[in-house]
């Protein structure tokens, strides 16, 4: 399972993007389970953010969802950071 | 192919809705401008849309607070989110509270006062509504959160992940942005995406750096022009995140990358990332300010802050406003509150012309 996930916006207005195979891993199976319910919990379009809100774009094997700041799902928040954190 | 455009009663041509949001952006940074034109006018007007459902429905700010702050004085609460991120959280200081061992609470409470003194004071602006709207900051949002933002109704601070942000109420310009993007929601109202919105970006620069530059009592000469200078961990290769003077040169870093931002209309950046590249074409309108402002010399927030603020404020401002339309009316301000042919209307005039922006 291929999950990538860019991060865009933010005050800083500077980009984010990271992407992670759990192919191999140990934890994939944990990955893999993450990875469904923040596809479940994500929007098919961007939704509205706020003034330097960081929008988030999260695709796992080819399939995307969207979500803004500050309503970020708790399942894509978690799956977001730990992209960001251990991705490449 | 191109999908099918559609008029809307005399308007400009935009894409029907259907155009999923991804092919908009794609089409938005075509080389035709045939194709490029009415797809960034169908981003624009979509994101207005969206925009007035936020105000009127989710953020509910036609429900006006009950609790008002008197005529001269703020009415601040900051609270902590503990870093997680329920808002507003739990209450830690009010109005009048005495400072506490937080420092990151003290400064978010000195910084609200520093944004209400200069609107105040420079232009008799009560709060940020012009009605004495409670001030109220969250600080201690998520962990290790690289950002700040306005919701709508209250401030939204994190403290940085301590490798590349630090925290997020050390610049006082940082929080003062933030307020300005709620002085400009309740006024232009400026639509955040593409041209609107680098110059609602624009709007939270000038004003930001004119709070620090008011608190530090500097003169136009005197003020370094930085926003976020103090945000950045040590080990990174910048002073900042943006420069007003030298837009473009506010970091190069392995980890950030190099800053993006133009500084006149022949380095225009066309994406559709970043709401079509707000943080980054705002350095066109920042430049222009810095220049009117150091041409006039003396205090920034005297005679170009006020020109800004008319505009900004004036009513005039649409809300799908370009550059050449706030370019106008800055000339047109600073010639009726300073006299036709005078130094302000020549410095405003001439600033915009460096940086490539046509006034009518
Ligand atoms: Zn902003």
Redesign the pocket.
Known sequence: MRIQVRRTGG?AGIERYAEIDTAGRPDADEWQALAERALAAGQATRPAGV??GFGYEITVDGRTVHASDPRLPDDLRALVTRVLKEGA | MVPDMTTHGGHEPVFCTVVPPHLLDKLARSDDPAVSGPARRTLVRDSELRGRRRVTSEFRLAAAPAVRAPSDRPLRTIYDAGNRTELPGTKVRGEGDEPGRDATVNRAYAGLGATFELFLKAYGRRSIDGDGLPLDATVHYDENYGNA??NGEQMVFGDGDGEVFLDFTLPVDVIG??LT?GVTQYTANLTYYGQPGAL??SM??VFGSLIKQYTLGQTASEADWLIGAGLLAPGVTGVALRSMKAPGTAYDDDVLGKDPQPATMEDYVRTGRDNGG??INSGIPNHAFYLAATALGGHAWEKAGQIWYDVLTGGELSERALFRDFATLTVKAARERYGDGGDEHEAVRKAWGQVGVRTR
């Open positions: 005050f003034p330097d | 933002f306005w942005h933030e993007h609602n970006e939270s620069d707000v943080h």
